[in-house]
């Protein structure tokens, strides 16, 4: 998916630039600066204004573009004469892999975020959601 963009509801609480003391404080990616006079062009508010940190801010929209890798099978038939002397007709051995990798530059959990407007979400926010999970069989 190219081309989306991601507004990360749950970076309005972990960015919080020090208002909320509960919280953990993210990373900070390379680029990202914090305002401190008049003539700077910053990423983030200064800590002075951090009453105001968590107001929603475009700063919260990202990049959702991605690439994954949802699923991979892999068989594999055994040779017919080995089956042969183990007394069997025919036999396979297979993988699979469920959400196996996601490439993206986006700062979240998962940059797949619906379209769909609905009553508990909102179409292009990520919202505390659980990325999905890793499956092999």
Do not use: C
């Not at 305002?35 to 475009?58: F, G, R």
């Not at 004469?81 to 025919?90: E, P």
């Amino acid at each position: 998916m190219y081309g989306n963009d991601v507004y990360n509801f749950t970076r309005k609480f972990m960015d919080n630039d020090g208002h909320e003391p509960y919280y953990n404080f993210m990373k900070w990616k390379n680029g990202w600066s914090r305002w401190n006079t008049p003539d700077d062009i910053a990423t983030h508010p200064s800590m002075q204004n951090s009453a105001l940190s968590t107001e929603n801010s475009s700063r919260y929209l990202e990049d959702g573009s991605y690439l994954k890798l949802r699923n991979v099978t892999l068989r594999y038939e055994i040779p017919a004469d080995i089956v042969k002397r183990l007394k069997l007709q025919n036999m396979a051995v297979s993988f699979s892999g469920d959400n196996l990798l996601t490439l993206t530059n986006y700062w979240g959990q998962d940059p797949e975020v619906t379209i769909t407007p609905s009553t508990w979400v909102m179409p292009g926010v990520s919202d505390f959601k659980y990325p999905p999970n890793k499956q092999y069989i």
